[in-house]
């Protein structure tokens, strides 16, 4: 240990809120774990903790990461800081009933195995406050079915890095079109292969280039269609 190590509960609130983002930047576990339990100590609400510490921290991530600053290895570092101080305080905010973004049911499709930008999406809409459902990999449209019937969700993500099973994202959305739910979901769909008119061809809502994006198009969308339905 170094003279000037950080005493995370010597600082301020202010201070302890600052060292985290860096700390998340940094993909410091066990930091962001203590810092997370010491603004709980301290009084903080569940609330935020989550928006002033950990999406905050998340947003710069997501935003250097954007910018080519930042790498996806060292994204999900951050990301799994994150989800430590995510596993404290996602029962309290259950019991709290603290605002939630929207819900998110997010997998790569069906013959497909690839899953690092997934699980990146996964974690980054997470870090923005979001309900993300992870159906892992190779996922048949019956599967998508099952979890929008169990979670509702807001917004359904899929993702495929193949050229060959690019196409079953389009099987997906056609069998909500013929069930007449397509309009009740937002649609986004991402990975390397795909670009903004495959998006369109397939009819999703949006093509996102990558996780910070990802959770940007959502934010946005779910803003949209929350407006409309008051609007309505």
Known sequence: MSDDEIILSELPDDELVQQMHDDLYDGLKEEVQEGTNILLERGWVPYDVLTQALVEGMRIVGEDFRDGILFVP??????????????ILRPLLAETGAPKQGKMVIGTVKG???DIGKNLVGMMMEGAGFDVIDLGINNPVEKYLAAIEEHQPDIIGMSALLTTTM???????????????????IVLVGGAPLNEEFGKAVGADAYCRDAAVAVETAKELVKRKHNMAASA
């Open 112 to 114: 497909d195995i690839h």
């Open 167 to 185: 196409p079953y994202m389009k099987v997906v959305i056609d069998t909500l079109k013929e069930k007449g739910i397509r309009d009740d979901f």
């Open 74 to 87: 060292e994204v999900l570092l951050s990301a799994n800081a994150m989800k430590t101080g995510m596993n």
